[in-house]
């Protein structure tokens, strides 16, 4: 079959003997199907345009050979050049999704006919049983959720991989102890600390998952017999005590501990849900609630780990939103007599030593806290930090520093809810800058604590100066771009020194609140602002 040599040897000009191409059918593009542009020389047009014919033949007289390009899920040959010399290739088409079984918080849920088997890997581990959990870390894959329990629950084979008690391994999912902290852990949750100021003895803070054991050795597996997949990331976790009130504490200890973790893990461009532990009353400890008159912060930054928990609030072990559908009549009868589980493919957990702060200090607050950085060497992870957090929120975390028509400078004045801070209006600071830089830079002041997380973002990612006080209302300048300029004002201590210091895409400026009136501060402030635009002229003007 001459016509069947013929049309391969067209395919294979064509660059790839599997995208089927043509020259000679219509001259309108189908808007349903994309396509890719590739130049082709002219002199080729001709032979090709022959071949073309030979092309169409075999397709007419062996429609068999077609048939088996179609089991490949290709488009069928039916777009033709629209102008000049631009051949255009179709390209594969994109199975669908098969229907969701129902949903969990909005991720989709996919029945799966049997039992779940769970693994475990943990790293961290510094072999003293009495703080080894503060610093592990585990990735789980297929870990489950209990509606009727409200519990968390791993499953895995009866039989122990390992017997003596002197063999480690990181993959135990058996052991006993195998604790992790789940969530960044404040200073005041350590033992001393606590049980002098809480009179609590308990590990605050530490989480292990249910273990139920079954599996091909297990003389009764105690396994469900079929569970709903999640197909996501959850990252369960306890929040920090005080980051309902301070966004401070909600990006640099509850966020970024549980972006660390998936960093660590290599999770970061997983679909994730986020889920909130609830801690268990006992004599000694009970949950804080939100004190009155004070708004949650959670709702609001929410979206910052994905655009998934815009639409959904935060699900916890206690408030959920489970919807099932396509459920058959075999299944119908396991779910009366089984109760509903749900696993995601991965989990991961342990973070306490995560935050900026780590397990052993406290935001600047103490002498102790500046005898030994955390975050030095994490000037990349905080980058990784910020611009997950900008695509989540939909904001171009690549923006370039605006220069035209003049820089911009941010003040942010009353948004905190400190008084004393709230009580500084830069009103001297703001006027020394307008006169000094009228022509090159625009001041704006803003409350920051009325705009969106969204707002925020937006305003930062192309300021070029940001002027702030330090504590949770500096947190915005976390998004400054690459270049730019962060000025803190403190007060008797300089907050969050540890997360400013080691930002290095950032240059950092710290100016004492005592004197900010004085005229020697208000000189420096000017020299130094405009230094920086100095450098951003260099850097960013052509």
Not at 129 to 141: G, I
């Amino acid at each position: 079959r001459l016509d069947i040599i013929l049309s391969l040897l067209y395919r294979t000009l064509a660059h790839d003997p599997l995208l089927v191409t043509s020259y000679c059918s219509t001259k309108e593009q189908d808007n349903n199907n994309p396509f890719l542009e590739m130049k082709v020389p002219l002199f080729t047009l001709i032979p090709l345009g022959i071949l073309c014919v030979f092309d169409m033949l075999a397709r007419f007289t062996c429609p068999m050979w077609f048939d088996m390009e179609e089991d490949h899920n290709l488009i069928p040959a039916a777009a033709a050049v629209s102008q000049g010399n631009v051949l255009l290739v179709a390209e594969e088409k994109v199975p669908a999704s098969p229907p969701s079984d129902g949903t969990f918080n909005g991720f989709d849920l996919y029945h799966v006919n049997h039992p779940p088997e769970s693994h475990v890997h943990c790293i961290g581990e510094n072999f003293q049983q009495d703080r080894s959990w503060l610093f592990r870390s585990c990735e789980y894959t297929t870990f489950c959720f209990n509606i009727d329990t409200k519990q968390y629950y791993i499953y895995a084979d009866e039989k122990p991989l390992v017997v003596s008690k002197d063999v480690w391994s990181s993959t135990q999912v058996e052991k006993k102890d195998q604790l992790v902290s789940a969530g960044a852990q404040p200073k005041t949750w350590f033992p001393k600390i606590a049980e002098k100021k809480y009179k609590i003895k308990t590990r605050i803070g530490s989480f292990r998952p249910n273990v139920v054991y079954g599996g091909s050795s297990a003389n009764n597996d105690n396994r469900p017999t079929s569970y709903y997949r999640l197909n996501a990331t959850i990252l369960p976790f306890y929040r920090h005590p005080k980051s309902f009130q301070n966004p401070g504490h909600l990006i640099w200890d509850d966020f970024l501990s549980l972006y660390t973790l998936l960093d660590v893990f290599d999770r970061t461009d997983d679909r994730i849900m986020l889920s909130q532990m609830i801690r268990p009353s006992t004599a000694d400890f009970e949950e804080q609630p939100i004190p009155a008159n004070t708004t949650d912060l959670m709702p609001k930054f929410l979206g910052l780990f994905g655009k998934d928990h815009v639409k959904y609030n935060l699900q916890t072990m206690e408030s959920f939103d489970l919807k099932l559908r396509n459920i058959k009549e075999s299944n119908l009868r396991k779910l009366k007599e089984e109760p509903i589980i749900i696993c995601a493919d991965h989990a991961i957990m342990g973070s306490g030593t995560f935050s900026d702060h780590g397990e052993s200090h406290w935001h600047g607050q103490a002498k102790a806290d500046f005898d030994w950085p955390l975050n030095a060497g994490r000037g990349g992870l905080f980058r990784r930090y910020r611009h997950f957090m900008m695509e989540n929120m939909g904001v171009n975390p690549r923006a370039q520093i605006q220069t035209k028509p003049l820089y911009q400078i941010v003040v942010a004045a009353g948004s905190s809810e400190k008084i004393d801070r709230a009580a500084i209006d830069f009103k001297a600071q703001i006027d020394v800058l307008n006169k000094a830089f009228e022509n090159r830079a625009q001041v704006s002041v803003h409350n920051l604590a009325k705009l969106s997380a969204k707002e925020q973002l937006e305003l930062a990612s192309t300021a070029a100066i940001y002027i702030t006080v330090v504590g949770g209302g500096s947190v915005t300048g976390f998004f400054l771009p690459k270049g730019a300029s962060v000025f803190l004002f403190y007060g008797a201590k300089k907050l969050d020194y540890d997360v400013w210091n080691n930002h290095a895409d950032i240059q950092t400026h710290w100016m004492p609140v005592k004197t900010m009136d004085a005229k020697e501060d208000l000189v420096s402030l000017a020299e130094l602002v405009g230094g920086e635009l100095d450098y951003l002229d260099d850097t960013l003007l052509p």
